[in-house]
């Protein structure tokens, strides 16, 4: 971890890691959230958190997308 993320809690997810790991709803590919620290699935509408580097591919630990509209 650089100094820069280690300040603002900000970690990288390693790209190969990335590019193996998929939505267990969907199976398909997540999109990285490095501001929210969080797998992203379009396709089923549900964000993924990462806590301490280690992504929380769960129904339990995921955040509904449609939480991120205003009504």
Same mark, same amino acid.
């Given at each position: 971890m650089s100094?820069?993320?280690a300040a603002s809690g900000e970690r990288e997810i390693d790209p190969a890691l990335l590019r193996?790991?998929?939505? /267990?709803?969907?199976?398909?590919?997540? +999109?990285? !959230?490095k501001v929210r620290q969080e797998l992203v699935s379009r396709a089923a509408g549900?964000?993924?958190?990462?806590?301490?580097?280690? /992504?929380?591919?769960?129904?339990?630990? +995921?955040? !509904?997308?449609?939480?991120d509209e205003a009504p």
């Open positions: 100094a820069s993320e193996l790991l998929v939505c /267990p709803v969907t199976k398909r590919p997540l +999109a990285y !959230d549900l964000a993924y958190p990462i806590r301490d580097g280690v /992504p929380l591919l769960t129904l339990d630990a +995921a955040r !509904d997308l449609t939480d």
